[in-house]
């Protein structure tokens, strides 16, 4: 059985190369076309090198405020010397 030649949108596959969000061999797939192809058309088109997009990292918080809030030492916690004895309700032994 032989493959059917069909038109490759180069368009289309030069801007998912050029974004860098899926791989080249993803793009291939996707396209129906070798990732060699996509690489061959790339450099003779001049798109570039392929540079896949950074992965989503979360901005981490500046806590260095904090340190310059401080004015004493902070001191480790500790137990009560003696604990305050716990009153118990009164019970009722009135008969109902």
Request: charged letters at 25%.
């Given at each position: ?7 490759i949108?180069?368009a ?8 860098g ?7 291939a ?8 192809a996509?690489?061959?058309k790339?450099?003779?088109?001049g ?6 997009a950074?992965?989503?990292?979360p901005?981490?918080?500046?806590h260095s405020?904090?340190s310059?809030?401080?004015t ?10 003696s ?8 019970s ?5």
């Amino acid at each position: 059985m032989a493959k059917e030649n069909k038109p490759i949108d180069w368009a289309c596959v030069e801007q998912d190369y050029r974004a860098g969000v899926m791989s080249v061999r993803d793009i291939a797939r996707w396209y129906g076309v070798s990732h060699t192809a996509i690489n061959k058309k790339a450099k003779t088109a001049g798109w570039g090198s392929f540079r896949p997009a950074a992965p989503f990292e979360p901005q981490r918080a500046d806590h260095s405020f904090l340190s310059m809030q401080r004015t004493r030492p902070t001191r480790a916690l500790e137990a009560p010397q003696s604990a305050p004895a716990v009153s118990e309700p009164a019970s009722s032994t009135s008969g109902r």
